[in-house]
T-cell receptor, first 114, second 110 residues
Framework: AQSVAQPEDQVNVAEGNPLTVKCTYS??????LFWYVQYPNRGLQFLLK??????LVKGSYGFEAEFNKSQTSFHLKKPSALVSDSALYFC????????????FGQGTTLQVKP | NAGVTQTPKFQVLKTGQSMTLQCAQD?????MYWYRQDPGMGLRLIYY???????DKGEVPNGYNVSRLNKREFSLRLESAAPSQTSVYFC?????????FGSGTRLTVV
């Protein structure tokens, strides 16, 4: 079965330190990969996506993600965390296309402390 | 502002009651989706519509029905609400540039 895993329910990091939110997937073929962020009582906001090309993708708010095909991973990273980055982060995969159905991971809560 | 609009934002239902969640997008997207969000489970697809006039089941369709009324509107109906349907529901639409999500409907079934 196709699936997306975010192995950490919560990630804690001090402001100014680098952060990583992990994502692995089990999807056949060449999937499209996404990261979304959700602030309390809000909808999902798009951060970045990987379709093809360079394995390092840059997105909104200084976030980037590294695609690793051999490890089937798509980890979200930021060099220097901000308190305002505290939110719920979702990794998602579309097995078919840029506009097909999305399969979401469980979500990871990022807590950035001052 | 362009985007996906969901109504209502909050709703409390009694077990067995019915209701329809409304969703409209003004971006001329072909594809529309309904997801539910539950703690620790991410978002799970209930139904989707690849184009006007077509609908298909997603991962968790039981207890729900949908209608793609026209290109703009995609409604989700609960015929007989159950406590297990307590959740936050998100509508989304997509085109080749990506997805846009609504702000969600928080539904509680008591």
């Amino acid at each position: 079965a196709q699936s997306v895993a975010q192995p950490e329910d919560q990630v804690n990091v001090a402001e100014g330190n680098p952060l990583t939110v992990k994502c692995t997937y089990s999807v056949s073929g060449n999937p499209y990969l996404f990261w979304y962020v959700q602030y309390p009582n809000r909808g999902l906001q798009f951060l970045l996506k990987y379709i093809t090309g360079d394995n390092l993708v840059k997105g909104s708010y200084g976030f980037e993600a590294e695609f690793n095909k051999s490890q089937t991973s798509f980890h979200l990273k930021k060099p220097s965390a901000l308190v305002s980055d505290s939110a719920l982060y979702f990794c998602a995969v579309s097995p078919i296309s840029n506009t097909g159905k999305l399969i979401f991971g469980q979500g990871t809560t990022l807590q950035v402390k001052p | 502002n362009a985007g996906v609009t969901q109504t209502p934002k909050f709703q409390v239902l009694k077990t067995g009651q019915s209701m329809t969640l409304q969703c409209a997008q003004d971006m001329n997207h072909n594809s529309m989706y309904w997801y539910r969000q539950d703690p620790g489970m991410g978002l799970r697809l209930i139904y989707y519509s690849a184009s006007e006039g077509t609908t298909d089941k997603g991962e968790v369709p039981n207890g729900y029905n949908v209608s793609r009324l026209n290109k703009r509107e995609f409604s989700l109906r609960l015929e007989s609400a159950a406590p297990s349907q307590t959740s936050v529901y998100f509508c989304a639409s997509s085109d080749p540039t990506g997805y846009t999500f609504g702000s969600g409907t928080r539904l509680t079934v008591v």
